[in-house]
């Protein structure tokens, strides 16, 4: 059997969430380095003029996008303090630290070769970005203890995402927001064949109960966060996916090094697929925002 499908079988067969995950990116991550090119971003981006985007520029709008409306004050005077759950490779928070010279952050994830990678990438920051190895559902820090916290393409990951976001609830001062942007499932996009498929590639993502739109804001609502808005940016985001898989075809011989043909062109072909589908993809992507209250 091969290394791919060695750790393919492992991916399939992993129980614990700590070791789904790092299956699935010991799996994933050659496609990873070769679409993203070094750049330390792994999320897919987002674009609103899909025919001239540059990927790169694309997956850092999707940052920015993201956190646009997290505090950039500290409540105490000092400097904000913002915590990433699911840091990956550290692309996001070294883009924030370098775009906002007063933040303070910590960068969070499971995986020790995602923190190890992190800290090689923030380490010119000093001790203004750190990057700590723990579980997002039970995190490593007091109480009342970020302006604010994000998640960029992670939080579909948690088994638990209901704990995840009382996880976060607690770890926000009064006033403190907190910013996801996520995959979700649209039932009312998914034909019965798309259903059937959608378990085994879920399970291969690494996606455990992968959430619907409004999953998202029942579950930060019953987190104790208000204020909650959901944005739906499927079209802006599942139609770079055709960007990815062009660009897995040119990187084609650098990853048959990794994957068997026959691998490569069933993802190649499903990206397109879903790309082609736009906004009526089964798998569609939000930004979910919410705020803790001021009194609590």
Request: proline fraction near 7%.
């Amino acid at each position: 059997m091969t290394r791919p499908s060695l750790t393919l079988l492992r991916l399939l067969l992993a129980r614990d969430p700590a070791q789904l995950m790092a299956s699935f990116y010991r799996f994933a991550d050659p496609i990873f380095e070769a679409v993203t090119q070094g750049s330390g971003l792994i999320n897919v981006g987002m674009a609103r003029d899909l025919e001239h985007a540059d990927l790169a520029e694309s997956q850092r709008a999707l940052v920015r996008h993201t956190v646009h409306d997290l505090p950039l004050e500290g409540a105490d005077g000092g400097p904000p303090r913002w915590l990433e759950t699911g840091c990956g490779w550290g692309g996001p928070a070294s883009l924030l630290a370098r775009e906002h010279p007063q933040l303070s952050i910590s960068a969070l994830d499971i995986s020790p070769a995602h923190v190890a990678s992190t800290r090689q990438r923030i380490a010119h920051f000093g001790g203004r970005v750190r990057a700590h190895q723990g579980d997002a559902q039970h995190a490593p820090f007091p109480s009342g203890s970020f302006d604010g916290v994000y998640a960029i393409e992670s939080a579909f990951h948690y088994p638990r995402k209901r704990e995840y976001i009382h996880e976060v609830h607690r770890l926000l001062r009064p006033g403190g927001r907190l910013a996801i942007a996520d995959f979700v499932h649209r039932p009312e996009h998914t034909g019965r064949l798309e259903g059937l498929a959608l378990g085994p590639n879920m399970r291969i993502g690494a996606m455990p109960g992968l959430f619907t739109p409004q999953n998202w804001v029942e579950t930060f609502e019953h987190g104790g966060l208000e204020d909650v808005e959901l944005e739906d940016i499927t079209p802006w985001v599942i139609g770079l996916l055709g960007r990815w898989a062009d660009r897995m075809r040119q990187e084609d011989h650098a990853l048959r090094q990794h994957y068997p043909r026959l691998l490569l062109t069933y993802y190649t072909t499903g990206l397109d697929r879903l790309a082609a589908r736009g906004a009526n993809a089964p798998v569609g992507y939000v930004v979910v925002r919410g705020r803790k209250a001021a009194d609590d």
